[in-house]
């Protein structure tokens, strides 16, 4: 059943499937939720705020802090799922939900610490003050190469703040938002309290739908740049709140003066982890051109290494599993021979590996210009360009020309160069990395990107503020 309104109904819609990507196999089909699964799923969350947000934020916390612990529980096997049904080796499955137990942690912290502010008034005896209220139901659709951490990252902060959740994760991860659901749900159940989660699975009409509904005051959308543009238009267009984080072309800069063993590990991992579906993957490198032919080198040999690596994300030794699903391998070919026309020369890599599932080689692309339409695309599959730069400003002119502004990272141990990477004249991004992988994130920093990224926070810092509206007080 793939709909939670406080009861777990079977989906009037349809069902979907649930596929291992690594055998092609069917493993479950999930019923996906109607137009009227859904209004029963936006009244439950909305009514269920009524008396949330009535309750202390130390108490709410508590409850946060109660779902972490039964996450903690359940993180081997909601990881082994996570890695089953994404496709995932199984560490990042275990880590993804060990995210969701992180940020658990964060928000019971923050909700005794939620603060605002005392303002000196320019009239005589008067005070301003600022004080942050929930906003109501929060609308969370996620998409399928993070389908456990992102609901985690969103809800516990809305839930802490006062808000309740309404979650439609991608279809295909539907078996995922199942499990995560029944682990919060279980908890919310114990404590008496009504649904302050609601799930509804489905695929765009369900999303569409909750975009377009006035009691969803916030929209937290993940996924690509293509579907988060009509998120914000059609939010816009209502005045509701949104929260885009969108797609990503995460360049590597590798300095004349950069630790190269070092770099060379967060280049390899930052390209093949999660077979470049993070929306952090590594999809350029710019190498200085003193140190680009050995680079590359090396990086080819590790790539060489790594096909005795490739299985079945739920074996241990496997270090490279397979792309999602069958759209993905088309999405790579086309790729591949759109950069080939462009002049592009595969360094390695560049076919469909002949196994069941979908798997297939991680790349290396180059001699393309730096600035071709196929490098400016976020392809989401293992496919990497490699560019050599005459100094680290025509480096940085690169990493900020294209128009997703995610993640990025310069591998230097200059201190002038460090700093003029993360000041005006460098990176444009919302993550400016410095000697470490772009690729990932901890929950401690506020998580997004500018331009087509959307431009929304998540996690840390104060990305609460998100979930949160402002009341000046006089
Ligand atoms: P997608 O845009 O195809 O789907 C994302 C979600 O939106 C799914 O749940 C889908 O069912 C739903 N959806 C589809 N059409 C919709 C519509 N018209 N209205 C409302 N909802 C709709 O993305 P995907 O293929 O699942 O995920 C890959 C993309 O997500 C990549 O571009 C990746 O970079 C991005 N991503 C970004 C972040 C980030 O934090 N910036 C994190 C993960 C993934």
């Known amino acids: 059943n793939g709909v939670y309104d406080g009861e777990w109904v079977a989906g009037k819609a349809s069902t979907v499937q649930s596929i291992d990507p690594a ?71 275990v880590g993804e939900v060990q995210e969701f137990v992180d940020i658990c942690d964060y928000a019971v912290g923050l909700s005794r610490m939620v603060g605002g502010a005392v303002f000196p008034s320019e009239r005589p005896q008067h005070t301003i003050l600022e004080k942050w209220n929930p906003l109501g139901l929060v609308g969370v659709i996620s998409a399928f190469n993070f389908p456990c951490a992102v609901f985690g990252w969103n809800a516990a902060i809305a839930l802490t703040i006062g808000n309740t959740v309404l979650w439609k994760g991608a279809p295909s991860t539907s078996l995922v938002s199942v499990a995560t659901t029944k682990i919060v749900a279980d908890v919310i159940k114990r404590n008496n309290l009504p649904p302050v989660v609601t799930l509804c699975q489905g695929g765009d009409d369900i999303g569409k739908q909750m975009v377009k509904d006035e009691r969803v005051k916030l929209m937290s959308f993940t996924g690509s740049t293509a579907v988060g543009r009509t998120v914000g238009v059609e939010m816009q267009r209502r005045f509701g709140r949104c929260l885009l984080e969108l797609g990503g072309n995460n360049a590597l800069i590798i300095n004349e003066d950069a630790p190269q063993e070092m770099a060379l590990d967060a280049a390899f991992f930052g390209c093949i982890g999660t077979a470049g579906q993070r929306c952090t993957t590594t999809r350029r490198l710019i190498i200085h051109e003193k140190l680009y032919d050995g680079f590359i080198q090396k990086l080819v040999k590790r790539y060489t290494n790594l096909m005795q690596r490739v299985g079945h994300p739920l074996d241990q030794a496997t270090l490279y599993g397979p792309v999602h699903n069958q759209q993905a391998v088309e999405n790579y070919k086309q790729t591949i021979q759109e950069a080939v026309a462009l002049g592009g020369k595969i360094e390695c890599g560049g076919k469909i590996i002949n196994r069941p599932g979908f798997f297939v080689e991680p790349t290396i692309i180059s001699n393309l210009p730096h600035d ?34 995610l993640s990025s990272a310069l591998f230097t141990n200059n201190i002038q160069s460090a700093f003029q990477w993360i000041g005006e004249n460098g990176s444009d991004c919302g993550i400016v990395n410095i000697n470490t992988s772009p690729s990932g994130a901890e929950i401690g920093g506020a998580f997004g990107g500018e331009k087509h990224t959307g431009g929304g926070r998540e996690s840390g810092s104060d990305a609460w503020k998100q979930y949160a509206r402002r009341s000046t007080i006089t």
Do not use: H
């Open 372 to 405: 071709a339409p196929v490098v400016k695309r976020e392809t989401f599959a293992p496919i990497v360009y490699v560019f050599r730069a005459k100094n680290l400003t025509e480096a940085i002119s690169w990493n900020n020309e294209v128009d997703q502004g």
């Open 23 to 93: 055998t092609g196999r069917v493993i479950a089909e999930v019923t996906t939720g109607s137009v009227q699964d859904l209004e029963r799923c936006l009244s439950a969350g909305v009514a269920a705020y009524q008396e949330w947000k009535k309750l202390p934020a130390p108490f709410r916390g508590e409850i946060v802090r109660q779902i972490g612990d039964e996450l903690r529980k359940f993180r081997e096997p909601l990881g082994k799922l996570v890695a089953l049904e994404m496709g995932k080796i199984l560490p990042e499955g």
